[in-house]
């Protein structure tokens, strides 16, 4: 499955179900089968798959689509008041039973805390999504694991319910389920990409490989 040529790693990976040939660049450690739109993970040499979705795209967009990978998880939370029960606690109690998912970006971002890393604002804000299984559109791999981006996913609800109150003052109780691979649309504005959700922006430079995220998206359009 894996082999070595001119001193680059090349993979050649194939989708367990379908066999379609999976595109992975030599950072990647997850993708979305082209053919037949499941989502495996690289675990210990071996595909593992992860259940995959993608969101519809906004009705009629104005910019070309690019659809970029984010890990999401299913979440339960429960955050209570271990001492005096102040208006911050009952706040941060009832931001944490809000919270039914969290996104984590699965592309590399350059200097996300200082771009913004959209996985943080889709799991503050959950947009209104219709997301769906199957085909549907290609989309680059990802370059975080689904292990590391669960612990980034954990720590995205804490920070969000420590805005309410000092998480120390509360009981938490936490569950980040499995890993899911979603695909989720962005405008493709040229020297940058746009939400077309929250509106927010990033510069092309902030983002790994543009060019193969977009070679990879063309694919879809020829
Ligand atoms: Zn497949």
Redesign the pocket.
Known sequence: MAAEASGARVIALR?S??H?ALPAASNDVAFR?P??G?AWEIIGGVLRERPSAFVAPPPSPRHPILYLPYWSFPVSAKATPSGFQEESHLKARDRAAKFERAFVSAFSIYRPTYVGEWGLVYTRLPPKWQTRTGHGPRAPGATISGFDARKLAALYILGEIDRAADIGSLEIELDVGEPELWAIPCYDLGEGIRCPWSRAELPVGALDDVAEIRRVTQRLEA
Do not use: W
């Open positions: 989708c179900a379908c379609g089968c053919q037949c499941r």
